[in-house]
């Protein structure tokens, strides 16, 4: 069955250090995001990508990097940057850039600083 | 610009009961509208999506929703609830045809059911 697969589910990073978060897609869709979701909010806009070898940042950049080097595979580090980044964070996917058609999200990674 | 308010945090009903989630926008272009639900510790799923054609859209489990111009609304309605219904629901507006970049998601509500 075609769809999002992240991992791991739940990962704990010390203070300093860099993590990444990974998610593969084969349902062929162009275009990939990065969420991340607090208690209590929406969903942030962290990173996306339209196609191979681009990405551009979301509101909530700052600390955060990615890559997009294969259609299928669009991971996310975060950084010792990122001053507060204990959150649940989901991956998505579109066949496209606009909107029309809805998002395929992810299972989620749970990320805790300790 | 757009934004989108989800009037209630936390909604609770009880089971075979009505449930009804509400959902206000604002949207300077025709807007595309979604409802998504997730339960604990997973991803969101698409329940349905309203992007120019029925007003009335029908979705996965039982859920509608019903696009009204007027009122700028987009409320979640399900006739009877089912224990399984208890999740998290997040209203979703964009504007038609506009950069995927640009979808702005409602803080959600949280739907609990009584037995």
């Known amino acids: 069955d075609g769809g999002i697969t992240q991992s791991p589910k739940y990962l704990f990073r010390k203070e300093g250090q860099n993590v990444t978060l990974s998610c593969e897609q084969n349902?062929?869709?162009?275009?990939m995001y990065w969420y991340r979701q607090d208690p209590g909010q929406g969903l942030r806009l962290i990173y996306y990508?339209?196609?191979?070898?681009?990405?551009q940042k979301g509101d909530i950049a700052e600390g955060y990097s990615v890559s997009r080097e294969k259609k299928e595979s669009f991971p996310l580090t975060v950084t010792s940057a990122q001053k507060n980044p204990t959150a649940f964070y989901l991956c998505?996917?579109?066949?496209?850039?606009?909107?029309?058609?809805?998002?395929?999200f992810g299972s989620g990674t749970r990320l805790t600083v300790v | 610009a757009q934004s989108v308010t989800q009037l209630d945090s936390h909604v609770s009903v009880s089971e075979g009961t009505p449930v009804l989630l509400r959902c206000n926008y604002s949207?300077?272009?025709?807007?595309?509208l979604f409802w998504y639900v997730q339960h604990p510790n997973k991803g969101l799923q698409l329940l349905l999506k309203?992007?120019?054609?029925?007003?009335l859209v029908k979705g996965i489990n039982g859920f509608e929703a019903e696009f009204k111009k007027s009122e700028t609304s987009f409320h979640l309605t399900k006739p009877s609830a089912h224990m399984s219904d208890a999740a998290e629901y997040f209203c979703?507006?964009?504007?038609?045809?506009?950069?995927?970049?640009?979808?702005?998601f409602g803080s959600g509500t949280r739907l609990s059911i009584r037995p």
């Open positions: 949207s300077s272009y025709s807007p595309s």
């Open positions: 349902l062929n869709h162009d275009a």
């Open positions: 990508s339209q196609i191979v070898n681009d990405f």
């Open positions: 309203y992007t120019s054609a029925a007003t």
């Open positions: 979703v507006v964009t504007a038609r045809y506009s950069s995927a970049s640009k979808i702005i």
């Open positions: 998505a996917s579109s066949t496209t850039f606009t909107t029309n058609y809805g998002y395929t």
